[in-house]
């Protein structure tokens, strides 16, 4: 008996548990005025190889959960027997279908499900609203916080708080509270990164609240994190200290050890800020330590998926930068930059600035000047984000404390004047 591979990915991409899964078959089959049966015991089965052609209706149903064939999640028909679609082409439509309704989501026809259930919302109206949450992260990670993103952040909170009133059980109503959570946290990181404190306080207080509500601990921990940057950008540094540790303080802290690594991390930056040198360095080593227990194949939700060693060692540039060790500094942005994803365009012209900033704090000015101008060549072809329009203020306010008539200086202020006027 061989284990079904295939459905086994398509589940952990989906983000499901085999419970989610079997009561997403459920809701669909209901849909169609049929009886749910399928239990915990039956994805089991499908996994472990020892159903390998589920019922018509089942495999249907799966079908318009992950929006593929039955054959693409690795079932297989009896030999001498045909799918269940009538021809090849039919199933070609069928999974252009799937394809074009779900915009690059795995939840193909989660729409199509909906419709046909309209006053029982179940875990399918759950993927949906998790898959868009994919979306703006993505958006997130090309462009940079912006109202645009803001906007449709706040919107799809506001569809997933609409759609609880009609949750089809206690369980999906919280979950749907998580699902608004994360997307009101999406909408205050965007604030966040556009440097529209305000806007983010707020809607940093009311994910908060919804997670709570939502009995969600990983959207609480996303929470802190941001209230942790939002504070240090505010300049309330014990506040951004007080917020890390209260993401450390989040029960998913103790159940996935890239979390505890996380939370760690972001507490270092607290301590190093408020002038702890030996706490800034605890933590930083506890990030480390968590970092190296945490499995990578954990299936994740797709807005942490910038924290790991190459984020860790632009965080540690962040620390040793701030307890006065620019030389420790300088290597950690080295070794971050060396390891950040390509993808990852606004990270790599953070720790760029880092590094910068880390070789103007040791004097070495024309280097350091030389090094920032690579964040406008980074970020050529888009607005800056107003965080990093912040940061590059204080390297040119440092710039001009520490070497303000140096002719590297002033060729960096025409420069920057210039980019400046053009990144708007």
């Given at each position: ?7 086994a ?9 085999q ?14 005025g049929?009886e749910?049966t ?19 209706r089942?495999?249907?149903a ?5 929006g ?11 030999a ?20 074009t309704?779900?915009t ?10 909906a ?37 449709a ?7 997933a708080?609409?759609?609880?009133k009609?949750?089809a ?5 919280q ?41 969600d ?6 929470v ?44 270092a930056i ?12 605890r933590s930083?080593g ?43 500094a ?5 070794r ?8 990852f ?13 880390a070789q ?6 024309d ?10 060549v ?46 708007r």
């Amino acid at each position: 008996m061989e284990a079904n591979r295939n459905l086994a990915d398509a589940l952990s991409e989906a983000g499901l548990t085999q419970a989610e899964l079997a009561e997403a078959v459920n809701d669909y089959l209901r849909s169609l005025g049929k009886e749910g049966t399928v239990s915990d015991r039956t994805v089991r089965h499908w996994l472990t190889g020892k159903t390998r052609w589920p019922h018509p209706r089942q495999r249907e149903a799966l079908e318009t959960v992950f929006g593929c064939t039955a054959e693409e999640l690795g079932f297989m028909p009896p030999a001498g027997r045909r799918t269940a679609s009538s021809s090849p082409e039919e199933d070609s439509v069928h999974r252009r279908k799937f394809i074009t309704a779900a915009t690059g989501t795995t939840a193909a026809a989660v729409s199509l499900v909906a419709a046909a259930r309209p006053y029982a919302v179940g875990t399918t109206d759950v993927i949906r609203l998790r898959n868009g949450l994919d979306t703006l992260t993505a958006l997130d990670a090309s462009r940079g916080g912006h109202e645009a993103l803001e906007r449709a952040a706040l919107a799809g909170a506001a569809e997933a708080l609409e759609l609880q009133k009609r949750a089809a059980s206690q369980r999906i109503r919280q979950r749907l509270f998580g699902v608004a959570a994360n997307y009101t946290a999406s909408a205050a990181w965007s604030a966040v990164d556009a440097r529209q404190s305000d806007r983010a306080q707020g809607h940093l207080n009311r994910a908060l609240y919804l997670a709570g509500m939502g009995k969600d601990p990983v959207a609480l921990l996303r929470v802190w994190n941001s209230h942790a940057v939002l504070a240090r950008q505010r300049q309330e540094f014990p506040q951004a200290l007080d917020a890390g540790q209260a993401a450390q303080a989040t029960t998913v802290t103790r159940r996935d050890p890239l979390f505890a690594s996380l939370a760690h991390a972001r507490t270092a930056i607290g301590h190093s800020s408020v002038g702890d040198r030996r706490g800034a360095l605890r933590s930083l080593g506890h990030a480390e330590e968590a970092l190296a227990k945490a499995p990578r194949e954990e299936p994740r939700p797709s807005w942490v998926a910038f924290y790991g060693p190459a984020e860790l060692l632009a965080i540690t540039a962040i620390v040793r930068d701030g307890i006065g060790d620019a030389a420790g500094a300088e290597a950690a942005s080295h070794r971050a930059l060396a390891a950040i994803p390509q993808q990852f365009r606004r990270n790599r012209a953070l720790a760029t600035l880092q590094l910068a900033l880390a070789q103007l704090h040791q004097r070495d000015v024309d280097q350091a000047c030389a090094t920032a101008e690579q964040v406008f060549v980074l970020m050529h072809g888009s607005a800056l984000p107003g965080r990093m329009r912040s940061y590059l203020g204080d390297f040119y306010r440092d710039l001009t404390t520490i070497a303000p008539d140096s002719r590297a200086a002033r060729e960096w202020k025409d420069r920057h004047r210039s980019e400046w006027s053009q990144a708007r």
